[in-house]
């Protein structure tokens, strides 16, 4: 089984400042990586996803993350954010084998102050 | 990118009544769809997986008798709430797979149910 810690709840940060959203999964199996983006009342956007190959994952809207296996991490980043950032995000991973259901991290809203 | 529509978007019904909503894969073929729970400032909870003309498999603890899922076709999904109440009251969310290399997970708006 897998299970995905997102170490923050909330990340109240300014505008144009940098921000890291954190995130640590534990699994048995290799697993894919993923980041989500929910704005209010609204479904689910993939911003990236880690599937193979080079550790450092761009994705929309400006964003990154870095799958580090040694630390079973997946944290996500942006240089410089806007207030149209501010939203919910969540990481999710997904085993290669199995079941393949995607498992959720608890979210990290994300407000960003002008 | 792959489109996924719900329908509808929110509902407000009586308690006691029943409640479809609808999941369209618009412009892929959808081998496997998903049903989410989302409530308040929570993540989401998998309620129940279905892969089209097969029966859905529920995870623990989700009523099968009350949360009626059909996957008749490759872009239709429908999860009713039967006989429902107000702690059925919650933020639905479909997404579908996409079946092919990419193996992604495209994520419909949600639908809001308010039972009265």
């Known amino acids: 089984a897998q299970s995905v810690t997102q170490l923050d709840s909330q990340v109240p940060v300014f505008e144009e400042a940098p921000v890291e959203l954190r995130c640590n999964y534990s699994s048995s199996v290799s697993v894919y990586l993923f980041w989500y983006v929910q704005y209010p009342n609204q479904g689910l956007q993939l911003l990236l996803k880690?599937?193979?190959?080079?550790?450092l994952v761009k994705g929309i809207n400006g964003f990154e993350a870095e799958f580090n296996k040694s630390q079973t991490s997946f944290h996500l980043r942006k240089p410089s954010v806007h207030i149209s950032d501010t939203a919910e995000y969540f990481c999710a991973v997904r085993a290669l084998q199995g079941a393949q259901k995607l498992v959720f991290g608890q979210g990290t809203r994300l407000t960003i102050n002008p | 990118g792959a489109v996924v529509s719900q329908h509808p978007s929110w509902v407000i019904c009586k308690s006691g009544t029943s409640v479809k909503i609808e999941c369209r894969s618009l412009d892929f073929q959808a081998t496997t769809m998903f049903w989410y729970r989302q409530f308040p400032k929570q993540s989401l909870m998998l309620m129940a997986t279905s892969n089209e003309g097969s029966k859905a498999t529920y995870e623990q603890g989700v009523e099968k008798d009350k949360f009626l899922i059909n996957h008749a076709s490759l872009t239709l999904s429908t999860l009713t709430v039967t006989s429902a109440h107000p702690e059925d009251s919650s933020f639905y969310i479909c997404?579908?797979?996409?079946?092919?290399?990419?193996?992604?997970?495209?994520f419909g708006p949600g639908t809001r149910l308010t039972v009265l």
């Open positions: 880690y599937l193979s190959g080079s550790t």
């Open positions: 997404s579908a797979r996409d079946g092919g290399l990419v193996n992604e997970q495209f």
